[in-house]
């Protein structure tokens, strides 16, 4: 019997080494995703051994009429799939989930029909908690447990997902560190006196915590890489210190049509290779108040060109970007005014913030330029098509298509003005 | 037939040479000489505090060349309340972009005029070229300054090659301040011409030397960067810049009084140094200050424990950007002076144009708070 064993588990290693794991369902194999590390600090993102280039979209296709709760994985109207294929015309190959819905068999029959229909795979998040009521205490080890606890089974879950690229934890929770954002505090924050030191004090404190999830999801999934979402490059020169298990900084950027010295920047802060997990321009000019296509369509094409410039090949920049996901695929017309169910059927122009970099529409009374319910490069109709409304394309769609079919012909071009 | 292509010949010939300039046009005079047929825009853009200043364009003290020049008169009184005035060579009178009426000044590679001081030591703030916004805005803005006047005639030049003067309805101006001049001043102009030198090259960005001030004295010549950007809450910030109530060093500081008003509504408040003054990204006027590793000041607060969240250099966003941001805070201030450092190590301060900000709110200064900045340079 023991003979038998053995040559049982002789013959699954051999398997095992002649053929990668496959997924059960598709038949797909799992991706081995890498970073490989060249000289000067200069990054490349390895899918099964081959580089590849984060041509990416936020996605969360809230329809008209619904809000943040709305479980777009268990809809049996699959916008996925439409959207699918718009965006594998465009040339978009990765998606990025804010965080996995409640029904793992929904979630990844999403993923799978994203990789499996149009080759798109998907870069998966989690809040780690930021949203949660109440504050999320990340120097409180029950919450710590519970948070990490979650993540792990989300990456135990679908970490065989043939569609996974990588996992990324959190999402602007560094904006909680000043208490502006969420405020949370301990007992040994609270007894320091100097505000500077609270703020690096809980910037320990939660990189820390991100560092530990990551080295367990290294341990559990050898396969993906682990990704910190962080607001700007705030207090990254702290997650240096104390998160080395952060394969990935990827970072939300809102600077208009630069990304300014965010790529030379980062090597000094935090030697990771950087990905824009969220940028982009929303399409309504809130100074001459009408839809303002053509400005998205060029702050998008120039937010491009740099992380082109700045992507390993490209000898000229940094080399240490791996590619960027706009935000965000269509518009969300609940944004505005998220309590009042009412508006969440109409196409509110109404603005709660404004960036001076954003600067064709800062001359708007009381400077709020930055209209959250028009950042999609695609407009939803209220028409229905299919059940699902219909789908507008932006310029900025052609653009971008245009523009990844030959960007290296854009970025000579500019070179030579 | 023939008679309609001469009619259209003579009205193309006429708009042609009233509004664009041959690009062989060698000189283009602004002011030569009182009533010279060869001047061109109209002293009409008075700004600022007007009742300040008198302004004679026939004075016959000993003009620079011909027979007349400008002689200007400033009370620094501050009448408007402004503590600066400036005046705008216009075409035509008066328009600050509402008509059309840009001379296409395509050619043209700089700007030369002469000055003189009274008595010498007086300080321009600056002389521009362009810069008129509104419905026809100009298609440059080209600014130089501050400087210095000597009690005799000199030239001065602005380079403007490189730049696009399609269209420019604002020839020239000056602008001087009351902090600079606090007791007035006497200043004679004459020979403003633009000149289409071909040896003339478009400047590159210079590096500044180091250290470089933002703010040392009241109206100190090393000064750079103008206290212009108001944020927030606005109207509940006052801004001395010739406070003489102890200060760190020289004969005055910055004293800023921030009140509990709430007048917006914003529940804070920021102040940004700025280059030209009120640029929030709009105009090129990014300065290389690559040289600089740290930027110091020196703070204190009237009281004590006077929060401030953040000082910051760069970090605006515009059309032009500045290339990199870096600051400090919370500060919590103490009573005595004390210095401050922002390290700008690593940082790309290749292109700054908000040169300094202070920022703070009124949830962690509920009574609102008064302090003081002194010395902040770039080193």
Same mark, same amino acid.
């Given at each position: 019997m023991?003979?038998?064993?053995?040559?049982?588990?002789?013959?699954?290693?051999?398997?095992?080494?002649?053929?990668?794991?496959?997924?059960?369902?598709?038949?797909l194999?799992? &991706?081995?995703?890498?970073?490989?590390? =060249?000289?000067?600090?200069?990054?490349? =993102?390895l899918?099964?051994?081959?580089?590849?280039?984060?041509?990416?979209v936020?996605y969360?296709p809230?329809?008209?009429?619904?809000?943040?709760d709305?479980?777009?994985?268990?809809?049996?109207?699959?916008?996925?799939?439409i959207?699918?294929?718009?965006?594998?015309?465009?040339?978009?190959?990765?998606?990025?989930?804010?965080?996995?819905?409640e029904?793992?068999?929904?979630?990844?029959?999403?993923?799978?029909?994203?990789?499996s229909?149009?080759?798109?795979? &998907?870069m998966?998040?989690?809040?780690?908690?930021?949203?949660?009521?109440?504050?999320?205490?990340?120097g409180?080890?029950?919450f710590?447990?519970?948070?990490?606890?979650s993540?792990?089974?989300?990456?135990?879950?679908?970490? $065989?997902?043939?569609?996974?690229?990588?996992?990324?934890?959190?999402?602007?929770?560094?904006y909680?560190?000043?208490?502006? =954002?969420?405020?949370w505090?301990?007992?040994?924050?609270?007894?320091?006196?100097?505000?500077?030191?609270?703020?690096?004090?809980?910037?320990?404190?939660?990189?820390?915590?991100?560092?530990?999830?990551?080295?367990?999801?290294?341990?559990?999934?050898?396969?993906?890489?682990?990704?910190?979402?962080?607001?700007?490059? @705030?207090?990254?020169?702290i997650?240096?210190?104390?998160?080395?298990?952060?394969?990935?900084v &990827?970072c939300?950027?809102?600077?208009?049509?630069?990304?300014?010295?965010i790529?030379?920047?980062?090597?000094?802060?935090?030697?990771r290779?950087?990905?824009?997990?969220?940028f982009?321009?929303?399409?309504?000019?809130?100074? &001459?108040?009408?839809?303002?296509? $053509?400005?998205q369509?060029?702050?998008?094409?120039?937010? *491009?060109v740099? @992380?082109? #410039?700045?992507?390993?090949?490209?000898?000229?920049?940094?080399?240490?970007?791996?590619?960027?996901?706009?935000?965000? *695929?269509?518009?969300?017309?609940?944004?505005? #005014?998220?309590?009042?169910?009412d508006?969440?059927?109409?196409? $509110?122009?109404g603005s709660n913030?404004?960036?001076?970099?954003?600067?064709f529409?800062?001359?708007?009374e009381?400077?709020k330029?930055m209209?959250?319910e *028009?950042?999609?490069?695609?407009?939803?109709?209220?028409?229905?098509?299919?059940?699902?409304?219909?789908?507008i394309?932006?310029?900025?769609?052609?653009?971008?298509?245009?523009? *990844?079919?030959?960007?290296?012909?854009?970025?000579?071009?500019?070179? #030579?003005? | 037939?023939?008679?309609?292509?001469r009619?259209?010949?003579v009205?193309?010939?006429?708009?042609?040479?009233?509004?664009?300039?041959?690009?062989?046009?060698?000189?283009?005079?602004?002011?030569?000489?009182? /009533?010279?047929?060869? /001047?061109?825009?109209?002293?009409?853009?008075?700004m600022?505090?007007?009742?300040?200043?008198?302004?004679d364009n026939?004075?016959?003290?000993n003009p620079?060349?011909?027979?007349?020049?400008?002689k200007?008169?400033?009370?620094?009184?501050? %009448?408007q309340?402004?503590?600066?005035?400036?005046?705008?060579?216009?075409?035509?009178?008066?328009?600050?972009?509402?008509?059309k009426?840009?001379?296409?000044?395509?050619?043209?590679?700089?700007?030369?005029?002469?000055?003189?001081?009274?008595k010498?030591?007086e300080?321009?703030?600056?002389?521009v070229?362009?810069?008129?916004?509104?419905?026809?805005?100009?298609?440059s803005?080209?600014?130089?300054?501050?400087?210095?006047?000597?009690?005799?005639?000199?030239?001065?030049?602005?380079?403007l090659?490189?730049?696009?003067?399609?269209?420019?309805?604002?020839?020239?101006?000056?602008?001087? /301040?009351?902090?600079?001049?606090?007791?007035?001043?006497? +200043?004679?102009?004459?020979?403003?011409?633009?000149?289409a030198?071909?040896?003339?090259?478009?400047?590159?960005?210079k590096?500044?030397?180091m250290? +470089?001030?933002?703010?040392?004295?009241?109206?100190?010549?090393?000064?750079?960067? !103008?206290?212009?950007?108001?944020?927030?809450?606005?109207?509940?910030?006052?801004?001395?810049?010739?406070?003489?109530e102890?200060?760190?060093?020289?004969?005055?500081c910055?004293? !800023?009084?921030?009140?509990?008003?709430?007048s917006?509504?914003?529940?804070?408040?920021?102040?940004?140094?700025?280059?030209?003054a009120?640029?929030?990204?709009?105009?090129?006027?990014?300065?290389?200050?690559?040289?600089?590793t740290?930027?110091? +000041?020196?703070a204190?607060?009237?009281?004590?424990?006077e929060?401030?969240?953040? +000082?910051?250099?760069g970090?605006?966003?515009?059309?032009?950007?500045?290339?990199?941001?870096?600051?400090?805070?919370?500060?919590?201030?103490?009573?005595?002076?004390?210095?401050?450092?922002?390290?700008? %190590?690593?940082?790309?301060v290749?292109?700054?144009?908000?040169?300094?900000?202070?920022?703070?709110?009124?949830?962690?200064?509920?009574?609102? !708070?008064?302090?003081?900045?002194?010395?902040i340079?770039?080193?």
């Amino acid at each position: 019997m023991k003979r038998i064993s053995a040559i049982l588990a002789g013959g699954l290693l051999i398997f095992c080494i002649l053929f990668p794991v496959c997924h059960a369902a598709t038949g797909l194999k799992v &991706t081995k995703v890498t970073i490989k590390k =060249l000289k000067d600090s200069r990054y490349q =993102l390895l899918v099964n051994n081959k580089p590849y280039i984060i041509k990416g979209v936020c996605y969360n296709p809230v329809p008209i009429g619904e809000s943040h709760d709305y479980d777009f994985w268990s809809d049996p109207l699959q916008p996925w799939i439409i959207d699918g294929k718009l965006m594998k015309d465009m040339g978009i190959n990765t998606v990025r989930f804010y965080q996995v819905g409640e029904n793992p068999e929904a979630v990844k029959k999403v993923i799978g029909d994203l990789y499996s229909l149009y080759g798109i795979r &998907t870069m998966m998040g989690h809040w780690l908690g930021f949203w949660n009521y109440p504050a999320p205490f990340y120097g409180d080890a029950d919450f710590r447990e519970n948070v990490k606890k979650s993540v792990l089974d989300m990456v135990r879950e679908y970490k $065989d997902e043939p569609g996974i690229l990588f996992w990324v934890l959190g999402n602007e929770n560094n904006y909680s560190f000043s208490g502006k =954002l969420n405020p949370w505090s301990s007992a040994e924050i609270d007894a320091i006196e100097d505000p500077v030191a609270q703020i690096s004090e809980r910037a320990r404190v939660y990189y820390s915590f991100v560092n530990e999830i990551a080295e367990e999801i290294h341990k559990i999934d050898p396969n993906h890489p682990v990704a910190m979402g962080n607001g700007e490059m @705030i207090t990254l020169d702290i997650a240096r210190e104390v998160a080395p298990a952060v394969d990935i900084v &990827t970072c939300l950027i809102y600077r208009g049509r630069s990304f300014g010295n965010i790529f030379k920047g980062l090597k000094n802060m935090f030697d990771r290779p950087l990905m824009l997990l969220e940028f982009g321009c929303d399409a309504y000019n809130a100074y &001459t108040k009408q839809e303002d296509q $053509d400005v998205q369509a060029k702050f998008l094409e120039d937010q *491009w060109v740099q @992380i082109y #410039k700045n992507l390993a090949v490209n000898k000229t920049g940094e080399g240490n970007c791996l590619g960027g996901a706009i935000f965000e *695929w269509t518009d969300e017309w609940w944004k505005n #005014k998220e309590h009042d169910p009412d508006s969440w059927s109409v196409h $509110d122009t109404g603005s709660n913030w404004s960036n001076g970099a954003y600067y064709f529409d800062i001359k708007v009374e009381g400077n709020k330029n930055m209209n959250e319910e *028009w950042f999609g490069i695609v407009a939803l109709s209220p028409e229905l098509e299919n059940g699902l409304n219909k789908r507008i394309l932006r310029k900025s769609y052609f653009t971008l298509k245009e523009f *990844w079919k030959k960007p290296y012909d854009k970025i000579k071009k500019d070179k #030579k003005k | 037939m023939r008679k309609i292509i001469r009619l259209f010949l003579v009205i193309g010939l006429a708009i042609f040479s009233s509004s664009a300039l041959a690009a062989d046009t060698k000189v283009f005079n602004v002011y030569t000489d009182a /009533n010279s047929p060869d /001047n061109h825009y109209i002293a009409s853009g008075y700004m600022g505090d007007y009742a300040d200043v008198s302004m004679d364009n026939k004075s016959m003290s000993n003009p620079n060349s011909g027979s007349t020049c400008i002689k200007v008169v400033y009370s620094a009184k501050k %009448t408007q309340g402004q503590g600066w005035v400036g005046i705008y060579w216009q075409n035509p009178p008066n328009n600050w972009g509402s008509k059309k009426g840009g001379f296409d000044l395509t050619g043209m590679t700089k700007l030369s005029f002469w000055m003189k001081g009274e008595k010498g030591g007086e300080i321009i703030d600056k002389v521009v070229v362009g810069g008129i916004k509104g419905l026809y805005p100009d298609s440059s803005e080209i600014a130089f300054g501050p400087f210095k006047l000597t009690d005799s005639w000199k030239e001065y030049t602005v380079n403007l090659a490189g730049k696009d003067l399609s269209y420019i309805s604002g020839g020239f101006s000056w602008i001087i /301040n009351s902090d600079s001049n606090p007791q007035g001043s006497i +200043f004679y102009i004459d020979d403003v011409k633009f000149i289409a030198d071909t040896t003339v090259k478009p400047e590159t960005k210079k590096q500044e030397e180091m250290p +470089f001030y933002v703010y040392s004295d009241r109206g100190a010549m090393q000064n750079h960067f !103008i206290a212009s950007g108001y944020m927030g809450d606005t109207s509940d910030i006052k801004t001395d810049l010739g406070s003489v109530e102890n200060p760190y060093s020289g004969s005055t500081c910055i004293k !800023i009084e921030y009140n509990n008003n709430i007048s917006y509504g914003a529940r804070w408040a920021g102040v940004y140094w700025q280059n030209p003054a009120n640029n929030w990204g709009g105009i090129d006027g990014g300065l290389d200050l690559s040289k600089a590793t740290k930027i110091t +000041f020196w703070a204190r607060g009237e009281k004590g424990n006077e929060r401030i969240e953040e +000082f910051k250099v760069g970090g605006i966003l515009g059309e032009y950007s500045d290339s990199d941001s870096a600051g400090i805070g919370p500060v919590i201030l103490t009573k005595e002076w004390k210095q401050y450092t922002i390290d700008l %190590t690593g940082k790309d301060v290749s292109y700054i144009l908000g040169g300094f900000c202070w920022s703070t709110n009124i949830d962690v200064n509920p009574d609102g !708070i008064v302090f003081y900045l002194d010395e902040i340079k770039y080193e």
